[in-house]
């Protein structure tokens, strides 16, 4: 990412007012951390981040949805008949073919 009091177009003037104004945004609104949603491991009950693929108390190891890229934490999930990767249902249901390897036989529940 490039910062624009780097760029060469502007002045030394115009760069120290973008990068005093850059500090002041940060200063009067300083950036957070937004809240994780939790879920509770299927195996031990541990309230974990909905993100963590791996439970860090009985270290279940999560499936990733190849359609979206989500951690699948629970146990509903489709399975593809070719390549045998998961994805949430919801973002296959109206899919004829695997988001991964293409193959167009039917998914197994």
């Known amino acids: 990412m490039m910062r624009l009091e ?5 002045t030394q003037t115009e ?14 609104y300083p950036p957070t951390d937004i809240p994780q949603a939790t879920v509770k491991c299927p195996s031990c009950e541990t309230t974990i981040r ?9 270290k279940t190891r999560f499936p990733i949805c190849i359609a979206s890229g989500k951690v699948l934490q ?7 008949a070719t390549c045998k990767h998961r994805a ?4 296959v249901a109206n899919s004829t073919y695997c988001p991964l390897c293409h193959s167009t036989a039917l998914f197994a529940a």
Do not use: G
């Not at 760069?15 to 009067?28: C, E, G, H, R, V």
């Open 88 to 91: 949430c249902p919801s973002k």
């Open 6 to 10: 780097a760029l060469k177009t502007f």
């Open 74 to 80: 629970t146990l509903r999930f489709w399975i593809c």
């Open 50 to 58: 909905d993100l963590d693929h791996v439970c860090p108390k009985c």
């Open 15 to 28: 760069q120290n007012i973008m990068k005093d104004l850059a500090i002041s945004i940060f200063n009067t």
